[in-house]
Nanobody
């Protein structure tokens, strides 16, 4: 098991940027594929981005391609989500997650508590 703690959420105006961080502890961070998901009230949690254990592979939801960038620093056991050109539709609770499965999987076993991102128009 790996424990995950997100930070960096907040309130930002449309067009602005935020960087989310997710610090991991517990088992060896570098063996995990890491992902970001988001959820708004009344909707299912949706995939945002994922990065392979080495950082050499990434995958994005179509809705965030070209605006969001996922990265990781295995030495710091941290994964990041840089979010640019934010719009009100990006408002959600953002969750960090870890899986031993590959990059294309959406099945994650370890979840953080979430961090709120609110984009005002």
């Amino acid at each position: 098991q790996v424990q995950l703690v997100e930070s960096g959420g907040g309130l930002v105006q449309a067009g602005g940027s935020l960087r989310l961080s997710c610090a991991a502890s517990g088992r060896t961070f570098s063996i995990y594929t890491m992902g970001w998901f988001r959820q708004t009230p009344g909707k299912e949690r949706e995939f945002v981005a994922a990065i392979s254990w080495s950082g050499g592979g990434t995958r994005y939801a179509d809705s965030v391609k070209g605006r969001f960038t996922i990265s990781r620093d295995n030495a710091k056991s941290t994964v990041y989500l840089q979010m640019n050109s934010l719009n009100p539709e990006d408002t959600a609770v953002y969750y960090c997650a870890a899986t031993r499965r590959g990059l294309v999987s959406n099945e994650y076993d370890n979840w953080g508590q979430g961090t709120q991102v609110t984009v005002s128009s």
